[in-house]
């Protein structure tokens, strides 16, 4: 239950994430309703197929469809009342990458891989979509921006594996690594973290 | 068998549109090739991973690579004599989508998806060996273009489910799919048929 | 055994290969490692999702996400000394293909494909990690340049299924096939030799 309601929160971030680039790029109703749907369904599609994990689980429930469906309508008729795109867009991306890492996780785990794996899985559900959805509009993906985005799906999906050690609940396990990267993420932001150099520095 | 020669004529038709757009860019004889060939099994490469019938349909049968490779022999001979390459082209690739979008629908009737699911399926049958072989050629993807191509396929794929409701045979609503996808690509490029604006007019 | 080993040795091939490319581009550290991983297990993770062994071959086995790993730290610390760059490139690039199109062609008799599905399936195992590599980091694929790059791939692939109609061991036809990967690749580059043209000349 509280799976699913993720699942289905993180697909309503990341339409709505897609909705605000496709507009931005004034692609014409088609164009927008695609990239809402790559966004929403791109991580999770590779996922099922890296897993092996067939139909893919979008094409056996009608959930996922009729979320995203309703969230670019509802999208598309507020967008003037989201003022500042931009921030908006932000919002709803780290929202997604957050709930999204762990879908994929547990995915991983449902599949008996190993937790590194597992994290490997995660970080692809959530950034591949925004990936797909960046390279389809012409922008330069936020994976490969200076700021921390993978990195802060990496360090959340490994802190599930930590909390799961204690005794609390799995779900609260779950929740708090969701937090995690929702919080790295947006520390990143707000601060201009980034990676270290591997170059010298020119002199 | 009617199933089977349609698949046949969709690969002879995206095979020899690749070939078409390969050439005008001027790839060499192994650019032109591998074109011809994700232009004709692209789509239906997707499809088969989407579902999970794999070995993927092409792997498994002789018959398409053989049919692509006379196609594509073929299409160079007679490059020469298709003096209008951009009308040609835009013939071959309609036909394909035709029929590419049928044999989508099909594959997701025999995997016992939900009808909107089959449609979909057919509309990536269809439309991803040309988003594919617009992409490495660099030029703009026919599916962001203005006129209405997925839109086609969609409809086309829709109408068979409502076709397959009379008491007709089987393989009329099928052939009668196919040509509502044709006659709908034909009347929006012949009449610059496009989606409606969702962006407000300037003043 | 034989087998894994070449499958190991390919890996540390393309990781480094990856690691020469994105570092010429001074991407970050996450940019270096991710196209490092691309590359060496993009064109394995093409070929089991083609035939449908999945979970993923690198996701059930640690062993390649060490070697990646400790491949780049090497690549990475070592850099300097590798002065040439573009042809340590060149080198540990041939090698790669070389090694991977028997790993590609060996997966295929696995699942008991035609012989030139297997020579097809290790022509993508080879070729499409160095594609992405390629394509993410914006330079023009080495498929698509004017040299022999896949051709040799394809020839080598398809001399194991001569060499093992000879009475020989089966590794030996393996080890030899790579090699002919590897000399025509050699030979193509040094001489400058391309695949003959399609287009009439201007007079």
């Not at 909705?19 to 590779?46: H, N, W």
């Not at 999204?100 to 794996?117: F, R, S």
């Amino acid at each position: 239950m509280l799976y699913q309601t993720i699942d289905i929160l993180g697909t309503i971030a990341f339409a709505i994430s897609g909705v605000l680039v496709a507009m931005e790029k004034r692609l014409d109703l088609f164009g927008v309703l695609i990239i809402a749907f790559v966004t929403a369904i791109g991580g999770g599609t590779l996922r099922d197929l890296l897993i092996g994990n067939t139909p893919v689980g979008w094409m056996q429930d009608l959930t996922y469809v009729t979320t995203i469906f309703i969230s670019v309508v509802f999208a598309i008729i507020f967008v003037n009342k989201l003022k500042y795109l931009r921030r908006s867009l932000f919002l709803f991306d780290t929202i997604g990458i957050g709930l999204y890492t762990m879908v994929g996780v547990e995915k991983g785990l449902e599949a008996e891989l190993l937790p590194i794996m597992c994290v490997f899985l995660g970080t692809m559900t959530a950034c591949f979509g925004g990936v797909t959805r960046d390279i389809l509009c012409n922008e330069i993906p936020v994976i490969f921006r200076k700021e921390i985005y993978a990195t802060a799906c990496i360090l959340g999906g490994a802190s599930y594996f930590l909390f799961s050690q204690f005794p609390i609940k799995d779900s609260y396990a779950y929740i708090a690594a969701i937090l995690v990267v929702i919080i790295i993420r947006l520390i990143a932001v707000v601060f201009g973290v980034s990676l270290p150099s591997i170059y010298k520095k020119a002199a």
